[in-house]
């Protein structure tokens, strides 16, 4: 997701607006069309449902990472996949676009543009379908995005599709979906009495999935991970950027690190490029390279010079790699001419490790 955060929103509200006309759209259109057959409205919504999911998701993927759903959003920054700081914004741009769907779906069946649902959907039993539903999204989704990620968009769209018909609620498995739909009298609707429960249920699952993940795979993930550690001098800019870069990168398959000869602390400058491309490193510390003594690396990768000729020798079989970078930390100028060298390197690395990471994960 190397895009503005603006850019990503945007995508977000959007990604979700689509999402919800479809919901309810294809659930006014099913209502209409079946002639009073339930079952034969709720299989079309499904179908609309579940091809939107991936259309969507395809689309609006690369841009913002398609969440769609504040519970995936938290449970993305709980595994450092955004920033928490950015959840917020995340979730507003998610529950806007909700409504905003739900709006456009009104408009385009004649309806009013909000509406309160009437369409009771109380009791434990549809409480914990929704635990159930949510549970499963993130399973699937946690589950997928390790090893086979361009399945991602297919396996949620299945997924949602099955869950509409195992789960007692029709699987919101959503906040910000429930919340819009408790605006739509309609076939998709929720009464919004009964939102609370969902919503609540729907956090639960999400949390008690993403737990479940990260006990189920932290030891196999530490196991086939390849080790790297990043190093150069004050562990303050180059590094920095680097491991940033990489773990953003492949950072399913690569476990990073970064540390100098002589660390000082992370430059804003470091801070400030790498959030632009969407990458928080602002919790990042200079670390020493003595902490890591006597471990071993797949590979250890210098980007300046004078780390080059003080890295100490690591144990096991590790690949040296030596890159050269200027260093940004020595710019002169005002802030805007500092910040333009630091985006320079940050670019220059981030293209050595696009190839590095092709190779590396090619290899052995």
């Known amino acids: 997701m190397n895009h503005p955060l603006r850019k990503r929103l945007v995508a977000e509200a959007l990604g979700t607006a689509m999402l919800l006309a479809a919901v309810v759209g294809s659930g006014v259109m099913g ?34 990472g398609a969440h769609f759903n504040p519970a995936v959003t938290l449970a993305a920054a709980w595994q450092q996949g955004i920033a928490w700081r950015e959840v917020p914004l995340y ?44 549970f499963g999204l993130l399973a699937v989704i946690w ?39 408790s605006a739509s009298d309609t076939f998709a609707g ?11 249920a729907q956090l639960a699952g999400a949390f008690a999935a993403t737990a479940l993940f990260r006990w189920l795979v932290k030891e196999s993930d530490m196991t086939d991970r390849k080790r790297v550690l990043i190093l150069c001098t004050g562990n303050s800019a180059r590094s920095q950027m ?12 690569f476990e990073v690190v970064s540390a100098g000869v002589s660390p000082t602390q992370v430059r804003p400058e470091a801070i400030t490029a790498m959030r632009e491309i969407g990458i928080d490193i602002a919790g990042h510390r200079s670390k020493s390279v003595d902490e890591f003594a006597g471990q071993e690396f797949a590979y250890v990768i210098t980007v300046c ?21 200027e260093d940004p930390a020595e710019a002169k100028g005002d802030e805007q001419t500092r910040l333009a060298m630091f985006r320079r390197v940050r670019d220059e690395i981030r293209q050595r490790l696009r190839l590095f990471a092709d190779v590396a994960l090619t290899s052995d």
């Open 143 to 181: 589950g997928c995005v390790r090893s086979r990620p361009l399945t991602v968009p297919f396996a949620v769209a299945a997924y949602i599709a099955a869950a509409y018909w195992f789960t007692a609620s029709t699987s919101f498995a959503n906040p910000a979906v429930t919340l819009a739909r």
């Open 31 to 64: 209502e209409r069309l079946a002639a009073g057959n339930t079952a034969i409205a709720l299989l079309a919504n499904t179908i609309a449902t579940a091809a939107a999911l991936v259309a969507l998701i395809l689309a609006f993927g690369p841009i913002s």
């Open 305 to 325: 010079d004078n780390a080059n000729e003080q890295c100490p020798v690591f144990p096991g079989t590790t690949k040296r790699i030596h890159w050269s970078f």
């Open 242 to 253: 680097a491991e940033g870069l990489l773990r953003h990168l492949a950072g399913d398959r």
């Open 91 to 134: 979730v507003f741009a998610q529950v806007s676009g909700a409504f905003a769907g739900v709006a456009a779906a009104h408009i385009m069946f004649g309806l009013p543009l909000f509406f309160a649902s009437h369409h009771a959907r109380s009791g434990s039993s549809q409480v914990f379908s929704e635990f159930v539903a949510t």
């Open 190 to 200: 929720i009464s919004p009495a009964d939102a609370p429960a969902f919503i609540v």
